[in-house]
């Protein structure tokens, strides 16, 4: 299939990024929130979603994918091929509720050894519906010292009232713009036979929850 | 029968194959001349990549999980896959290699058991049940094959005499047997790169094919084929006017797509037959029940239900009866086909017996979806053999379709037609076809018998013909042909001798393209019943086939009729055809086979041959046609009437990769 568009790039660059995390945080809620203005209370998702968004950061135009997967445990097993390729990873707790949050360390990290192609690949945590701040119960502290141990960016932010929202994605994005590995892949093809060597079975890594 | 999520695995595989099946339209599975699988997802993974190509599947339209072909979406509705993971479904398909992904959907579809239902599992289990039984009473037996093989032997030998100075030199006899031996290791050599290139590359499509589909139950996969089939007969697609899909019915794209998710199950085709042979004759034991009680007054709520939904065809509609319905297929034969299968299935399963193929239907959970299959079937059967169509366009004398094989009103769902284009009598059309084994729905297209049989006598006379005889035995034949493709110079008795084939050869050749029109207008009108075609064709029956699809490629909505292709020792310019086009219009395999020392047809064809090439005697470089070389095969032109089907079975047309299979070749 040659697309013979040979017009002019209506982008710079083409990321792919990669929600993840526990049922019922938010994610799908948050990239309905950054891709189109509203809120709304999602049913969970089934499978994967995927979103387009055309933003311009940095003065270079970029068009992000955004692939939305699910939290829920049976769709686990499928969450794992979309790892590949993506150049930046976005985990998702809910600030109200800590096994959301010790998950990202326990499952959803290790996820991301197991998968990820990318070395280089960005992972940005996120703590959302900072609007309970009533309910809240794992504070921003820890939620500083999870991302530093781990090595990625953190924001808090609320899908509801749109605090931070707009900012998770943007740090996210200039980070990749700055990994000039990064900036490669999106605009140029993809290394080979990244996806050779194959993770072991992800049973492991499901069974540790239960 | 299935639980939502493995109704979205489901989902998920079959727009994987699809989208698969159209990548490999033009860099086939295990094909060493071209981009093999690897470098097939590895360029859509750059074109994905880079900046300057369209990536998201909203912008490319020429997709098959594209929005706007309309094929995948009705089959997630009949699925009843939540519509919000519809366009994360079909992003997966066409926005990364799907040898990520089909392991991963495989597990989703073997790990989800635990609230799989008892019933369900006995569901699964019966349905088990009348797969292999409907697949034991399609599959042919050995005695039946051999008396096939008998006849198709006794035909060579009539032809053979007939030709007592066939096109070929005396000596290739003893040269083609001495050689044999030696062929066939090479050819043994050639075959095992294919395969094992084949199977590289279906382990390549994710990192450990066989556990993952060990995974999966066998009951399991059938299930989830069934499911499948019937939601691509479903005629669910509300009348969508952007889609470039105005067909309903079975669309050739669809099979071909179940075709590759069948090879990833390591499911036989012959289950996948009986599937939608099943799928079509309970749809119209339904319609007929339905019909019944509807004529009997009450107006039966579900059938009420159904008629809203716009579930039923317009056929079915308009006609209000039967018989609009099924169109060709008579009320008679309806029954016979019935009868026919009923005593092997209401033996073997219980739940086949009274109303049993509703049960199988319902037990499925997709009746609803199955009435519209009858509609599928268009004026199938009548439809091809009633259309003489020749006499309202002129141009062409005669084009008349013939019915062959046993497979008529039987509820198959596969269209075979094949073309003869050298012929000396009228049975030339007919008989080089009949032994062929395979589960299509079998026609052969008679045409212009006139000028067909004129052109090849001409030609046969020629052969015989002192000069040429002499030519032959010093082994100047041999020597033309390598003349012709060299441009050099023609030994001027040749020259002379050709001149009364010439004005013969070029009103077949008209005759053919005319032939190859029409045939399209049969294909564009749905005579064959909304069913996936398969088109053979040899000499200037290729001819015809070959103009039917660069018809048929001039209009995009074409593309869904024509699921495989073989041409035979085509008289085709390479050059300048557009056989690009013709690609785009072949969902499935697309084969040319050729013959280098087929010097006759380079004789006949030579006008065009030094500048243009000639498919009947060179492969043709165009990506996703699968050339193959018969050379070993065929001893001069008229062997393709009495070794075309040798090459077909060789071919194995029913597997989804490119093969050519030199095991079967016969001394």
Do not use: C, K, M, Y
């Given at each position: 299939m040659e697309s013979s568009s040979g017009a002019v790039p209506e982008f710079d660059y083409l990321f792919k990024l990669l929600m993840i995390g526990d049922s019922g945080v938010g994610k799908s809620t948050l990239l309905l929130s950054f891709t189109s203005d509203t809120f709304e209370d999602l049913s969970p998702t089934i499978g994967v979603d995927f979103k387009v968004k055309h933003v311009t950061v940095g003065g270079k135009k970029l068009k992000l994918a955004i692939w939305d997967t699910a939290g829920q445990e049976r769709f686990r097993t499928l969450t794992s091929s979309y790892y590949r390729g993506a150049q930046g990873i976005i985990m998702v707790y809910d600030v109200t509720r800590r096994e959301t949050f010790t998950n990202l360390s326990d499952i959803w990290g290790k996820e991301i050894d197991l998968y990820s192609t990318n070395q280089d690949c960005i992972k940005m945590l996120v703590g959302n519906k900072v609007d309970k701040e009533s309910e809240r119960v794992v504070s921003k502290k820890e939620g500083i010292d999870f991302a530093r141990e781990y090595g990625c960016l953190f924001i808090e932010c609320s899908a509801k009232t749109r605090v931070n929202v707009e900012q998770c994605f943007e740090e996210l994005v200039l980070k990749i713009l700055e990994t000039p590995s990064l900036l490669a892949e999106g605009s140029a093809g993809v290394k080979k036979n990244?996806?050779?060597q194959k993770p072991p079975e992800s049973d492991a890594s499901t069974s540790g929850c239960c | 029968m299935l639980t939502p999520t493995q109704r979205y695995a489901a989902g998920a595989l079959f727009s994987l194959a699809l989208h698969q099946a159209q990548e490999h339209q033009t860099s086939p599975l295990?094909?060493?001349?071209?981009?093999?699988e690897d470098g097939g997802g590895e360029s859509s993974e750059e074109r994905v990549s880079s900046s300057s190509s369209s990536d998201a599947v909203s912008d490319d339209t020429q997709l098959w999980v594209h929005q706007s072909s309309g094929l995948l979406r009705p089959v997630f509705k009949f699925l009843e896959i939540d519509s919000r993971a519809w366009g994360g479904l079909e992003e997966t398909a066409a926005y990364s290699p799907s040898k990520h992904h089909v392991g991963a959907f495989l597990r989703l579809l073997a790990e989800e058991t635990s609230d799989v239902s008892e019933g369900a599992a006995e569901m699964e289990l019966a349905l088990m049940n009348s797969i292999e039984a409907m697949s034991l009473s399609m599959e042919n037996t050995p005695a039946d094959y051999e008396s096939k093989k008998e006849k198709q032997r006794e035909y060579e030998q009539a032809c053979r005499e007939k030709f007592s100075t066939p096109d070929k030199m005396p000596e290739s006899e003893l040269k083609h047997n001495s050689m044999h031996n030696n062929n066939r290791q090479e050819i043994n050599v050639i075959t095992s790169i294919v395969e094992e290139s084949h199977a590289q590359s279906i382990s390549e499509s994710d990192g450990k094919p066989l556990d993952e589909v060990k995974m999966l139950s066998y009951q399991r996969k059938l299930a989830v084929l069934y499911e499948l089939l019937s939601a691509c007969l479903a005629n669910m697609s509300e009348d969508d006017k952007k889609s470039t899909r105005q067909r309903k019915g079975y669309d050739a794209r669809y099979r071909v797509a179940l075709r590759l998710l069948s090879t990833w199950f390591d499911v036989k085709w012959i289950k996948m037959e009986s599937i939608e042979t099943i799928v079509a004759s309970s749809a119209m034991a339904i319609l007929k029940e339905e019909e019944s009680k509807e004529v009997a007054q009450s107006k039966k709520s579900s059938w009420a239900k159904w008629k809203r939904g716009g579930i039923i065809g317009a056929a079915a509609l308009t006609g209000g009866t039967l018989m609009a319905v099924t169109g060709g297929l008579a009320a008679p034969a309806i029954a016979a086909g019935f009868s026919a299968l009923a005593p092997t299935l209401g033996t073997i399963i219980p739940v086949i017996g009274a109303g049993g193929f509703a049960a199988v239907a319902t037990a499925a959970g997709s009746v609803a979806g199955s009435v519209a299959v009858a509609a599928?079937?268009?004026?199938?059967g009548a439809g091809l053999t009633g259309s003489k169509m020749a006499r309202r366009i002129g141009d062409v004398d005669e084009f008349e379709f013939k019915a062959i094989g046993e497979n008529h009103n039987q509820g198959r769902l596969g269209v075979e037609i094949s073309v003869s284009g050298?012929?000396?009598?009228?049975e030339d059309f007919i008989r080089p076809w009949e032994g062929q084994q395979n589960n299509s729905e079998r026609y052969v297209l008679q045409w212009e018998s006139k000028h067909l049989i004129a052109v090849s006598t001409a030609i046969q006379d020629w052969l015989t013909s002192r000069l040429a005889m002499e030519m032959m035995k010093q082994g100047a034949m041999m020597t033309v042909l390598s003349s012709l493709l060299m441009a050099l110079a023609w030994p001027a008795t040749l020259l002379v001798l050709t001149d009364f084939i010439d004005s013969k050869w070029t009103i077949a050749l008209n005759r053919s393209d005319k032939a190859g029109k029409l045939l399209a207008e049969v294909l564009q009108k749905g005579l064959q019943g909304q069913r996936p075609v398969t088109l053979v064709g040899f000499s200037l029956g290729a001819r015809v086939v070959f103009r039917c699809l660069q018809i048929l490629a001039?209009?995009?909505?074409?593309?869904?009729?024509?699921e495989r292709v073989v041409l035979l020792g085509a008289p085709i310019s390479i050059k300048d055809m557009n056989w690009e086009a013709t690609r785009k219009v072949v969902a499935g395999r697309y084969v040319n086979a050729y013959s280098t020392n087929d010097w006759m047809l380079g004789i006949a064809f030579r006008a065009n041959l030094l500048t243009q090439g000639l498919a009947g005697i060179q492969p043709v470089n165009v990506p996703g046609i699968e050339n193959v070389d018969v050379t070993e095969v065929i001893e001069g032109h008229s062997s393709y009437l009495w070794k075309t089907q040798q090459i077909l079975e060789q071919l194995e047309l029913d597997t989804y990769y490119p093969v050519f299979n030199q095991s079967v070749l016969k001394s």
């Open positions: 990244i996806f050779r | 295990g094909f060493p001349s071209h981009q093999d599928s079937f268009g004026a199938a050298f012929v000396f009598e009228e001039e209009s995009e909505t074409n593309v869904g009729l024509v």
